[in-house]
């Protein structure tokens, strides 16, 4: 078995484990967006964070409408529907205040599922001094809350150790990012955001452990025979139900997504956290520079600047915009992104709980679209 | 006790050619400017439906000069900012909070202040779509709340004048609000961006977390109510920078002692609104005056004079038993502004009241303390809907209708928007099991000419005979 496959099948059984782990007596914090709360913290304190990315499709959709109304986002109404569905392998759940729909969501999981919420409080400017102090101290209070349910207080030497495997990840999923890019890619869009998911389904140890020799297999592959059309993948947190446009483009069009900007892929753990500063304070410019926060973060500035470079980066033939209907941060960013592309960019409104054909059609058209102008460009230059 | 009845706009215009000439033309905003022509705003309607809003002619209004008067301020303010700007007054926008920033930047001098957020009320006043239109094109289509009409209004600069700066808020306030403040950015309009602070509620799992109750309040984790006095220095610093005037301790401690006494006034008639046995004023009025609260409409001094005026008016009807409707008229909470005051009007015409409302604004509504006037007004903006969870939403409400003794709750939904969707379950499961009461929710319609959707029209009018029938039956056992 390959060292991707055996990611695959860890995070396919993480659910497994988990249970087992508080069957043990171990902590399970469910979280929703990995910058908020870092998952150092809630494995300084002893327990394991698991990401709550379930998708039970629209039985579970329309559970999580009947608690949150139908004008919320898919991605909510889903996480939340499919918990009250099937509860996952959690003992209670944490979330950042990165968006209201977000806040209404995680308001609702207490009467919903019964598990305790603690909140983490993130700023949303960073025009207003004092912003990195007021979040370390949050997080510290949040340390605080989970070592009183673990016993484990969290401590410089163990969050500085969380911290630097936390890196490690980054490390891992950095090499992997940019190989992806290569021309033409020794991995796929769909790949990378497999082991991406891994990651945020296993605890660092495990990730870092299953990961091992993962980069040095993907480099030793041949790349892919002709060149692809290079997407970039622009959007919010896609759900483990929800890779319908991942698949559209790259299976059913062979083109081939070089980078993105979503939380799902590489920015899943944004850039590495400093190990020599107090950890808290680190932690928390971690967070505030994360690109993804950067979006609901006002001015959106920084988001900008985190697309530019991704374009730089990636050098994609065109941006797939997979928005999500209600989802405000993002999509009130797509036409200032669009503007700033320069290469097509294709605005796409996508639920959670799936694509439909009509997306297929848009998609192949557009990707048709720049294979036609990349030809031409080819034969112009000839 | 006797009935009054509303008027249309003919009967409006006809009784304004009736008023005191003398009394119309004393009768201006911006009174430190002198008395001069362009700033007398008490006009027939006639004028106003020359500005463009042709829902005036579907409503019914309150008869009295004194509510007129109100209607007309508030009509008037979009012209007001225009002529302050050509006064020498400096125009600042406000967005995503409410009840704390106006009275400390009515502090600085010869300053106005509007709030592009209640734009959202434009589409319907104006019976157009222009600036949803607009909207849509910067990317905020029907997916989002109204006040993306505000967007249209910021690209054209037909709506106010280019704001000499926008203080707008961020955090626990409104997604949709920060996504138009972004385009007014992106648009080049010079924008100051405030926190609000999240504020938590208790939980038996919170070991480590501290909160500090206040009877009648929600509570809230220590360390944010200084958190928040902060963030309003830093303002006072950062304002002054950008409008060229330093602030003075004792010009913030008269301003906000101004806004205390407004509160006061609006509380008086809030409470008069809903215990009088007929209703002495209608809730579109009602309304007006509570959204007074958040800004005085851009003019402290005459929004007080009209209030005063207000709050006569209604004492007066209270005392002699005088009102509109009758003494059976439905209870109504109303939770969440209708854009649409075409709404209110129609529950008002089909045996309906409305006693108690949360419109969101509880924070400007709060009376504000003595004392350290920055800490005062941190201290009231702590109470408010927005920064907290809908479960202490739901409790504000539930509050709200036993004090009004209401008998229903409608809750006008703005598609789309960050808070009034997501809310609306937590809310009517709140209300049914602890207030016991029915809950009927519904989205606004889209603004349209004509009357309100038949649909619409057909939910209300069974859910009020649903709660006469209930008051039958409760009779009966």
Redesign the interface.
Known sequence: MSALERLREAQALAAEGRRRDIADGREVVGTFSPPVPPPELIEAAGATPYRLLENRGPDADLRGM???????CSF?RSVLGSAILDPPPIT?IASG?V???L???T??W??ATGL????V?V???R?????VP?LA?EFR?FA??I???TGTPVTKTRLTEAIKRGNRCREVLTALDELRRESPPRLSGGEFLDVVRASHALSTSEFLELADGLIAKIRSREPMKRRPVRILLVGPTLTDGDRDVVRMAEVDCGAAIVGDLTDSGSLGYGEPVSEDRDPFTALAEQVLAHPILTA?L???TAFRDAFRRALQDGRPDGVVYRGV??C??F??????LRELSPVPFLDLRVEATGASGQVRTRLGAFLEAIEARLHFARENTR | MSALERIDIGTWQRRFLDLDPDEVAGVHYFRHLGPRAFSRYFKPPSSFLGYGFRRLRRLHYDPDPRALRLFSFMLEEGERLFRARQSGMRVVGLMGDYGAVAPLLFAFPDVTAFYPDFCYWTPFLTESEVLLERAE????GA??CYVRAAVGAFTSQAYWPEPDLVA?S???S???L??V???A??AGTK?????I??R?DP?P?????RFISVAGQAPRQA?LLE?LC??YR?FFDRAGTALGTPVTEDRVAGSVARFRELRAVIAEIRTLVATAPLCPLPATEELLVQFASTHAYGDPAECRRILDGVLELVRERSERGVGFGREDDVRLYWVNPPPDPLLHVHVERTGARVVGTEYLIASALTPLSEGDPVKSIARAFLTGSLLG???ARSETIVAGIRETKAEGVVIS?L?????C??????IRRAVEEKAGVPVLSF?VPKPAPGEISSQVQNRLAAFLEAIRARRGRCATS
């Open positions: 009947g608690a949150l109304g139908r004008d919320t909510c209670c205040t968006c209201d729909r806040r209404h969501m308001d609702a207490p009467a305790p919420l603690y909140t409080a700023p949303r400017t025009e207003v001094p004092g912003q007021v101290e209070l605080s809350e070592s009183s349910r609901p006002k001015p959106s209907p209600f405000r941060p999509n009130s960013e797509a036409v200032p | 094109r910067r990317g905020l997916d989002t707008a961020t955090g626990a409104c997604d949709d920060a996504a403040a972004q385009v950015f992106d924008m100051m961006f405030l926190e602070p999240q938590k939980a799992w919170l070991t480590a977390t360390g958190r902060e963030i830093d969870s809908s479960a939904n598609f789309g928007s960050s808070h969707g997501a809310e609306t379950p937590v989205d």
